[in-house]
């Protein structure tokens, strides 16, 4: 067994690693309908993104104001090849924004 021996904060914090790409806020909203929009007035994007069917993980990041969507390494297919599912989430991400969307790994960590 371990002991940490040292300072430990009471903060919460919470991570994420997926693949896909950050897309600027003002771009997300381009695609939602004008009921969303209304929505986003209201209770903020990332409330309205939640009820966005997308096949595909959501962050939104207040501070940069930018929103993540991909898919978690865990989600691989047992008969998809690493380069199948990177290709699936580039497409995906690529026809929902009418333009190309470059991908990479993501690794993100912000508080609660």
Not at 12 to 32: H, N
Request: aromatic share 14%; charged share 35%; with cysteine.
């Amino acid at each position: 067994m371990k002991i940490r021996d040292g300072f430990v904060s009471n903060s919460s914090s919470s991570s994420f690693v997926i693949y896909g790409a950050w897309v600027d806020a003002d771009e997300v909203k381009k695609f939602l309908s004008k009921e969303q929009l209304a929505d986003v007035e209201k209770n903020g994007l990332e409330e309205v993104m939640y009820d966005v069917d997308l096949p595909m993980h959501f962050h939104y990041d207040y501070y940069e104001e930018r929103c993540a969507f991909g898919k978690s390494w865990s989600g691989i297919k047992d008969d998809e090849t690493g380069k199948q599912f990177k290709e699936s989430i580039k497409k995906k991400l690529s026809e929902t924004f009418n333009r190309d969307i470059e991908c990479a790994t993501i690794e993100h960590t912000y508080s609660c």
